[in-house]
């Protein structure tokens, strides 16, 4: 097995991330087993993979392998409609981000991923001291 180690593969790479990607093609055409390894982790690795026409098999993650979830067939994803708020709570919607509020005091931002309509991206807590 051949690894081209990378920090990352984002929507918009440099050549270096290019060049890899190329190369694990390459490898695969000749039926020579190689992969890409990511040091940095990356909630949407997985779908920007696709983008490049790059499977999960292509492409590996420290953190995925180390938390031994290289693989997971099933991809879950969590909508703003499938967060339960209470009702009288206020949301102040914006593009890329919701914050949400109890009066005047800051419970939670709910992000989303780019991209797509309403699915979440991350949830961030506050307590009352906005911590």
């Known amino acids: 097995m051949f690894y081209f180690i990378n920090e990352y593969i984002l ?3 440099s ?3 290019h060049t890899a990607i190329n190369r694990v ?3 695969t055409h000749y039926k020579q087993p190689a992969k890409i390894v990511t040091k940095i982790y990356d909630r949407l690795l ?3 993979i696709t983008d490049f026409s790059l499977t999960d098999e292509q492409v590996i993650n420290m953190f995925d392998y180390f938390q031994e979830a290289t693989d997971l067939k099933q991809s879950v994803f969590l909508k703003a409609d499938d967060i339960h708020l209470p009702i009288d709570y206020e ?3 914006g593009a890329n981000y919701s914050q949400v509020s109890n009066g005047d005091t800051l419970v939670e ?3 989303f991923i780019p991209g797509t309509i309403g699915r979440v991206f991350y949830q961030e807590f506050f307590d009352p001291q906005g911590n």
């Open 11 to 13: 929507q918009k790479n």
């Open 15 to 17: 050549s270096v991330e």
């Open 25 to 27: 093609k390459l490898f």
């Open 46 to 48: 997985h779908r920007t």
């Open 91 to 93: 949301i102040s919607v």
């Open 109 to 111: 931002n709910v992000g």
